[in-house]
């Protein structure tokens, strides 16, 4: 059982990694072709404009892809930043929602009843402490794979 375990994960690196230089490969080319057509492109204008004409048009081409870039950025950002208050305002309601509920506190209260409040201070610390813990590792978790 354990063989098998291992050489599915074998499998599943290899497959990644053969992917991955597939994409890097891809990558390349498409860099390669893309400095070419440039190239093509600042020679021509050179031909028939001359070279100051060549080298501004080639300016404002990336200045352009650029400014295109730079946009889809800040839209890419705020929209996960409305993401974020929205899952913040979502996990406010339900922890609010929770609170009033009735069984639940009047469960709460047959719990402090029966183990009583000297015994369940400690406990409760403790249990506040690693929930803290929790909600702060998850959303430093949740805020790395939103960068990406």
């Keep these: 059982m354990l063989q098998r375990l291992i050489d599915d994960v074998k499998q599943s690196t290899g497959n990644t990694l053969r992917l991955t230089s597939l994409a890097a490969a891809a990558a390349i ?86 183990v009583g409040v000297k015994r369940l201070v400690p406990i409760l610390v403790v249990g506040g402490l690693a929930l803290g813990l929790m909600a702060s590792r998850g959303a430093a978790g949740k805020d790395e794979a939103e960068e990406e």
């Design 29 to 114: 080319a498409l860099f390669i072709t893309l400095a070419f057509l440039c190239a093509a492109a600042f020679v021509y204008v050179l031909q028939h404009y001359g070279p100051v004409e060549a080298c501004l048009s080639g300016a404002a081409l990336f200045l352009v892809v650029t400014l295109i870039a730079i946009a889809v950025y800040m839209a890419r950002k705020r929209e996960m930043q409305r993401r974020a208050e929205k899952a913040a305002k979502a996990a406010k309601s339900a922890a609010a929602t929770m609170f009033a509920d009735p069984a639940l506190i009047a469960t709460g209260l047959q719990i402090v009843r029966a």
